[in-house]
Each structure stands twice: as structure tokens, then as C-alpha cells.
């Protein structure tokens, strides 16, 4: 058991550096933070790109992989 703590610790840990990375690359969809440090600055051609659509699926493929490494944490935790 606790060869699985600590790989799930050890993904939660790098997946969650990942995922602040990729949060990080997303455009500014107008107002808020991201204007203040000049994403409002950029034009807009229109509906989002190839890779701007990549980025999202990418995001969300690894925010689930966070949120399971994070239940089953929580599982181990509560049953072992």
C-alpha cells in the first residue's frame, strides 16, 4: 500500500505543476486577471484555434487525473 501512496502523491504533485503550466497557457477570455498583465492586449480572429482547442482537452484530461489521484488518496487514507 504504500508503493500506491506514494505514486499517487508523486502524480498529484507533478500533475498538479502540469496543470497550473497549462492553465497558465491559456488566452485571457477578457476582463479579469488576465488583462491586468496584458492578455486583453491580444486581437481576436474569431472562434478558437486548433491548439487553443488541444489545450482545453489537454487541461481537462489532466485536471481528472488530479481530481482521481486525489479521491483515491482520500480512499486510502479513510480504508488502509
Known amino acids: ?6 505514486g499517487l ?20 477570455k477578457g476582463g479579469g486577471l488576465s ?10 480572429l474569431g472562434g478558437s484555434s486548433v491548439a487553443e482547442r488541444n489545450l482545453d482537452r489537454i487541461t481537462v484530461g489532466v485536471a481528472v487525473v488530479w481530481f482521481t489521484c486525489v479521491v483515491g488518496l482520500g480512499v486510502l487514507e479513510r480504508f488502509a
Open 35 to 44: 488583462d491586468m498583465f496584458g492578455g486583453g492586449m491580444s486581437s481576436s
Open 9 to 28: 502523491q508523486v502524480l498529484l504533485v507533478l500533475g498538479g505543476l502540469f496543470l497550473t503550466l497549462l492553465i497558465l497557457l491559456h488566452k485571457g
Open 1 to 6: 500500500m504504500d508503493a500506491v501512496r506514494i
